[in-house]
C-alpha cells in the first residue's frame, strides 16, 4: 500500500506540473489537444488514487475522488489567477485550498479513525505551498519550475507513509 501511495501521490505531482506547464504554454487554451492530453493523465491519476483508496475503503473511492478532483480545480483557479493578474482569484483559491485540507482531513479521518482529521490537514500544508511555488515558477518563467516541482514531489513520500500507516492500523495489518 506504502509504495503504491508513493508512486500514486509522486505521479500526481509531475502530471499537475505538466499540466500547469503545458496548460500556460498554450495560453491558458484549455481546449488545445495538448492541454487536454495533460488534464487527462492528471485525471488518470485522480481515478488510480481513488482506486487504491477503495481496494481498503470501498465505499471512500467515489467520494475520495470527488473532493481529488475539487482540489485540482482549486490549483487551476490558483493558475489562472496568477497567469492574469487576478490577486482576487489568487486569494480565492487559496483559501479554497485552506478549507480543502481541513475537509479533506475530515474525509479521511472519516473513513481511518487512526488518522486526525487536523494531522491529514497539516500534513497537506508543504504539499500545497511547494505546488504554489512550481506554479509561480511556471508563470513567472524563471527556469526553476522543474526543481520546484521535484520539492514538491519529495513531500509525498511522507504523505504516504502517513496514509498507509493510518491504513494499515486501521485494518491491523502487520
Known amino acids: 500500500m506504502r509504495s503504491g501511495l508513493t508512486y500514486l501521490l509522486t505521479e500526481h505531482v509531475y502530471a499537475a506540473g505538466i499540466a500547469v506547464t503545458t496548460a500556460v504554454s498554450k495560453g491558458g487554451d484549455m481546449n488545445d489537444a495538448t492541454v487536454k492530453a495533460a488534464v487527462e493523465a492528471l485525471d488518470a491519476n485522480s481515478v488510480a ?11 471512500a473511492e467515489q467520494p475520495f475522488l470527488e473532493s481529488w478532483r475539487q482540489h485540482i480545480g482549486f490549483f487551476v483557479d490558483y ?30 479521518n472519516s473513513v481511518v479513525p487512526e488518522l486526525p482529521a ?16 512550481a506554479i509561480d515558477s511556471v508563470v513567472a518563467g524563471d527556469g526553476q519550475a522543474f526543481a520546484k516541482l521535484r520539492t514538491a514531489a519529495e513531500h509525498m513520500p511522507m504523505t504516504a507513509a502517513t496514509l498507509a500507516g493510518g491504513i494499515a492500523e486501521n485494518k491491523k495489518l502487520s
Not at 488514487?49 to 470501498?58: R, W
Not at 485550498?97 to 479521511?108: A, V
Not at 487536523?118 to 511555488?133: I, K, R, Y
Request: proline fraction near 4%; charge should be negative; charged fraction near 25%.
Open 79 to 108: 493558475t489562472l489567477g496568477k497567469a492574469t493578474d487576478d490577486q482576487a482569484k489568487v486569494d480565492k483559491a487559496k483559501t479554497d485550498l485552506d478549507g480543502y485540507r481541513t475537509s479533506f482531513g475530515q474525509l479521511i
Open 118 to 133: 487536523g494531522a491529514v490537514a497539516q500534513e497537506l500544508q508543504p504539499h500545497v505551498q511547494s505546488l504554489f511555488d
Open 49 to 59: 488514487l481513488s482506486k487504491a483508496v477503495g481496494s481498503a475503503y470501498p465505499d
